[in-house]
């Protein structure tokens, strides 16, 4: 129910007069009603399209106040008349104390004198007895009329510029030209646009005029805009502007500073470019690419681009934010360019490289020694390591932090929980370190609360608030009170893909290892740990399988394939072993692995066409970063594959007609002259910028999708 139906249901509800004696009636309109005061608007002579903010205060009379509302009374009469007067909206809560605000934008079809009113419901439905009322003086804006300036001028050499003003409904105050430098139509205050001049007398008639002076900080498409001002100080709604190109004027932006900032909790994948740029003008964007040729340049179908902004994020800085893979390497070079208003990119691009480093927690596992006086003592072991791709040496420093969530609440809080010991990660990226603490105290009254030890990785940390630096998920272990008979798995090596490239779905892999059971082996199970968190997600996590194991130690063996499922993530080979008691052993990692997704084609179509005609295929594309190309063939002999005559009728020169890179739609256009009249299959695939390694022997160059068949007819 809307306030309006409101008002109309207090004007005619209740008994008829002849049955309510005085008293009632003012009982329920003045005794218990709301009382209002002090009705203000922040403005009394407006322009249309400025924002107006209504203000009144309401005092609770009895009941609580549910609403204020206001509206223009068109037949100022003081009362609200469907049909006629013109709801300006209602607020139901106060902006500060008792006082209750509206902000609404001045319509254009107001003029001259508007009447406002404001009024408020209580929660019994009740209007209040004394609603308020003012005005406000609506003012017509002035006019720009014809503005004339040059259409080319030279730096240090003045030229004349003269506009048109007028003000229906009062006097024109000023006319002012500004240089609107970053070409938007509109003042942007002194730290973005130029002030150039401003004229408060005619020159003749009603136009104003004025000499302005290039210097070497205009562009060479100078865009100047003019605007007028009336007695009223508003500003008119049309202003106009003028490009004057400039000689003597080319600066070129500069662009200095680029920063890669990884996130380390979302694996390093995603990431921030910062760099400074600078402009004798304005600069218009900054853009970011990955350098795949390392030429330093952008090379079309060969670089990829990570984003444009054309905001600035802090002063004279650009950033774009960005997720990527790593195309397959530890290493991508990052370039950040710049562009002015005038077209011009800078003479010099900036680089940095971004690491592809992923730190993980193998195993934590926690031990009682002793127990009495009010204590338990624990030893703890656990591991952290950061893996290497080909075998190369860590580019990064980090540190294995063991510590007591004494507060239970999954973090490390510094100054709060106990920190058991640190340790710096190896020299070698895929060798473990120890963080074996023995003889830890803790009080029973903490385990009792629930208290666990956490292992985690950070960034290179030297001060003991190491969570602000976490690159690592937690890892946890409950501190319970025997482990002698615990089953565990106690060595892991994990095989995934051939020496040359990393996973993908479809790579085949082994896991092999050692285990042990006091009580006797079962099995060992295989998950796949999407989330890193070393323990079993239903949902999350992919069930691998297990091996059946018996005595009471022993090796274990699983092999598969990456599963598609598996694609496009980071995680981890994840092992654990149940003994003949049905206890499941703490979970054991070797290490984090990278999983890549190659591209998909979907959704072919064929225009078809007269044989010997060019004819265009059409089909959509997607990849997790970017696909880099695509390609396919008519297949002339029906054997599915590309030989024979095939390769006279393949198509390598693609367009992107809708979309982006990541999730778009793609052409290819074949000539078919030479071919009858028929049906055929076309064949097509795309591939990324999956890169393998460089340095691994052979390399890889691209992840092709699964080959789609299309038909075309040719009549």
């Known amino acids: 129910m809307n306030l309006n139906r409101l008002r109309r249901m207090n004007q005619t509800a209740g008994y008829p007069t002849s049955s309510r004696n005085l008293f009632d009636q003012l009982e329920q309109r003045n005794l218990l009603s709301l009382a209002l005061s002090n009705f203000s608007t922040n403005d009394t002579i407006v322009a249309a399209g400025q924002s107006l903010t209504l203000s009144v205060d309401v005092v609770p009379t009895g009941e609580t106040v549910r609403a204020a509302s206001f509206f223009r009374d068109v037949n100022n009469n003081g009362s609200w008349d469907s049909g006629t007067d013109v709801d300006l909206g209602a607020t139901f809560s106060a902006a500060t104390g008792n006082t209750y ?152 932006p500069t662009v200095s500073g680029l920063t890669i900032t990884q996130d380390r909790t979302f694996d390093g994948k995603r990431m921030t470019a910062t760099v400074t740029a600078n402009d004798n003008s304005a600069v218009l964007a900054a853009t970011f690419f990955i350098d795949n040729d390392n030429n330093g340049a952008w090379t079309p179908n060969v670089d990829q681009s990570l984003g444009t902004t054309f905001t600035a994020s802090g002063p004279n800085q650009f950033s774009v934010t960005f997720t990527h893979d790593f195309n397959g390497s530890q290493t991508i070079t990052i370039v950040g360019d710049a562009v002015d208003h005038d077209g011009l990119w800078s003479n010099a691009r900036v680089s940095a490289t971004a690491t592809n480093d992923g730190a993980w927690v193998r195993f934590v596992e926690v031990a009682p020694a002793s127990s009495g006086g009010g204590n338990t003592t624990f030893n703890i072991y656990s591991e952290i390591t950061a893996p290497s791709y080909f075998a190369r040496s860590s580019a990064m420093s980090g540190t294995g932090v063991l510590f007591l969530d004494v507060n239970n609440n999954g973090r490390f809080d510094d100054g709060t929980d106990t920190l058991v010991t640190t340790a710096s990660l190896n020299a070698t990226r895929d060798a473990g370190t120890a963080l074996n603490q023995s003889g830890v105290v803790v009080a029973d009254s903490v385990r009792a609360a629930g208290a666990k030890f956490y292992s985690f990785v950070t960034a290179g940390s030297t001060s003991s608030t190491y969570a602000s630096d976490r690159m690592s998920p937690y890892r946890v272990e409950t501190l319970i009170q025997d482990t002698s008979n615990e089953p ?21 892999y082994s896991i092999t290892g050692n285990w042990d059971a006091a009580a006797g082996g079962v099995a060992v199970t295989l998950f796949w740990d999407a989330n890193l968190n070393g323990r079993w997600d239903t949902g999350t996590d992919t069930d691998l399988g297990f091996v059946a194991v018996t005595g009471t130690s022993g090796t274990y063996t699983l092999n598969g394939t990456v599963r598609t499922a598996m694609g496009g993530t980071t995680g981890a080979f994840t092992v654990a072993v149940k003994d003949s008691g049905g206890e499941w052993g703490r979970t054991y990692s070797d290490r984090s692995t990278q999983i890549f997704k190659a591209p998909v084609i979907s959704n072919g179509s064929s225009a078809g066409g007269a044989a010997g005609s060019t004819i265009q295929v059409e089909f959509d594309i997607a990849d997790e970063i970017q696909i880099r190309a695509a390609s396919g063939f008519i297949d002339v002999n029906g054997n599915g594959l590309l030989d024979g005559s095939d390769s006279t009728y393949s198509a390598t020169t693609y367009s992107l007609i809708s979309g982006s890179r990541t999730s778009g739609r793609m052409r290819l256009s074949i000539n078919t002259t030479g071919l009858s009249a028929g049906t055929y299959t076309f064949y097509v695939a795309g591939t990324d910028f999956y890169t393998g390694d460089t340095n691994a022997p052979g390399g890889v160059q691209g992840l092709w999708s699964t080959r789609t068949a299309i038909s075309v007819t040719l009549t």
């Open 101 to 252: 605000r509206r902000t609404i934008t001045v319509p254009g079809t107001w003029t001259g004198t508007i009447n406002l009113v404001a009024d408020a419901v209580g929660s019994s439905n009740n209007w209040s007895g004394n609603r308020q009322s003012t005005s406000v003086t609506v003012n017509i804006r002035p006019t720009t009329g014809t503005f004339t300036a040059p259409s080319t001028g030279s730096s240090g050499v003045g030229f004349s510029v003269s506009t048109d003003a007028s003000d229906t409904d009062g006097t024109v105050r000023a006319v002012t030209w500004f240089l609107d430098r970053n070409s938007n139509g509109v003042w942007d205050g002194s730290s973005v646009d130029t002030s150039l001049a401003t004229s408060f007398t005619p020159s003749s008639g009603s136009t104003y005029s004025a000499t302005l002076t290039p210097d070497s900080s205009w562009p060479i498409n100078a865009n100047i805009v003019t605007d007028v001002q009336d007695n009223n100080t508003d500003w008119a709604g049309n202003q106009q502007s003028s490009t004057v190109v400039i000689s003597g004027v080319s600066a070129r």
């Open 488 to 508: 565990r798995i106690t060595s892991m090596s994990i095989t995934v893909g051939s020496s040359t490239i990393l996973a993908i779905p479809g790579s085949a």
